[in-house]
């Protein structure tokens, strides 16, 4: 059974309550009716995709070798990223929380930058920047002969791009969160920065690392408008599985509804090991 509360009015009579704290009476319309329609407008196309799915050839259609080649490569370059960003966005994560130093306001916002960003505008920046003739790429290119545009490198560099800061933020958030009693504790006992925060500060935002890798790897397997800037669309090589759906829809529709299945069910089931991290609620 629910537990409900009860309160007394103003004549003293007690008055109850539901589980949600929330009063008794007829729902309004105009609350439930944009709700329904708002609820509506998210799920009905997401239904569209099932409703639409070609299930009797779906095992055929998902073993084909175009098919594997854009999953195998999208998990491979959407775990190097991970990885990538884990190395380079903890650190980060990190300075921005225990470390107080000037425009360290401007350095949040311009780490976040990439949250809001077009990614086809991301994927020009890494273009200019990364490019032959980028400020950097030149310089790769004419030292060590790296070239990182229309490479699977190159797709490496714009999932990262662009998923960094779901990784940065969710671990600062944690890093907020930890008591610093225990580092001071840990201080006092003549532990080192380093020994403090790989024994002490890492088991304590644990949980936030995990949530941020696990967002962090989600968004760097449905990137597109970066990858195909920065790293083009060539099949075996940088065709991932956002770029194979785009790809398919103009030629293959039916292909594209299969591999944007896989897509959903990945986003699916990580929403759902990520549940209880945003809601306590039933």
């Known amino acids: 059974m629910t537990p409900s509360t009860t309160s ?32 509506a407008f998210l799920v009905l196309p997401l239904a569209g995709l099932l409703v639409r799915a070609p299930w009797s050839t779906l095992a055929r259609r998902l073993a084909e070798p175009q098919v594997l080649e854009a999953l195998r490569l999208s998990l491979v370059t959407a775990t190097l990223a ?6 380079l966005g903890v650190p980060l994560a990190w300075l921005l929380a225990r470390v107080a130093f000037p425009g360290r306001r401007l350095a949040r916002a311009l780490i976040t930058v990439p949250l809001v960003l077009p990614p086809v505008v991301g994927g020009v920046a890494l273009l200019l920047v990364l490019g032959r003739r980028g400020l950097i790429g030149q310089w790769l290119d004419a030292t060590f002969g790296i070239t990182l545009p229309f490479t699977t490198a190159g ?36 532990a080192s920065r380093w020994i403090i925060f790989r024994r002490v500060t890492l088991p304590l935002i644990a949980p936030g690392v995990v949530a941020g890798t696990v967002l962090c790897w989600a968004r760097a397997l449905g990137e597109f408008g970066a990858t195909i ?5 060539f099949p075996g090589q940088t065709q991932t599985m956002p770029l194979a759906v785009y790809l398919a829809l103009e030629t ?15 986003s699916v089931v990580i929403l759902a090991s990520l549940r209880d991290k945003w809601t306590a609620g039933p």
Do not use: H, K, Y
């Open 155 to 190: 797709v490496v560099i714009a999932e990262a791009f662009v998923a960094m800061p779901f990784l940065v933020i969710s671990v600062e958030g944690a890093l907020r969160a930890a008591d610093l009693r225990l580092e001071e504790a840990a201080a006092t006992l003549g």
């Open 229 to 233: 800037t920065f790293a083009g669309n």
């Open 82 to 87: 991970t990885l990538l960003c884990l190395l």
């Open 8 to 39: 007394a009015g103003r004549d003293g009579a007690p008055r109850r309550s539901g589980p949600a704290g929330g009063t008794a009476g007829r729902l309004p319309w105009v609350l439930v009716l944009p709700a329904v329609l708002g609820m």
């Open 252 to 266: 293959e529709p039916e292909a594209a509804i299969v591999l944007s299945l896989v897509l959903l069910a990945v």
